[in-house]
């Protein structure tokens, strides 16, 4: 059983799927990495605040944008 998708989650796929850029909420960012793991090139780790960060918008795919953004689990990415 995977996890759900977060709150809002859907309309973030809608809005990858549309070309919408990424950005990262970093008060909700808890540092686990996983965006930087699926979608290395648009997202990076600041090693000074230990948060995520987007360093190159359109670095990845719009699907890999997406299962970025599914991957966060505490929905600190959106896109648009």
């Known amino acids: 059983a995977g996890v759900p998708c977060p709150a809002g989650g859907a309309q973030d796929l809608q809005q990858v799927?549309?070309?919408?850029?990424?950005?990262?909420?970093?008060?909700?960012?808890?540092?686990?990495?996983?965006?930087?793991?699926?979608?290395?090139?648009?997202?990076?780790?600041?090693?000074?605040?230990e948060k995520a960060y987007v360093k190159n918008a359109t670095g990845d795919a719009a699907a890999t944008l997406a299962k970025a953004a599914k991957a966060c689990p505490t929905a600190a990415i959106r896109i648009g």
Do not use: Q
């Not at 970093?26 to 990076?44: E, L, N």
């Open 17 to 49: 799927a549309s070309g919408g850029k990424p950005s990262i909420i970093a008060a909700k960012c808890v540092g686990c990495g996983k965006c930087v793991k699926v979608a290395p090139r648009t997202f990076a780790m600041n090693a000074k605040t």
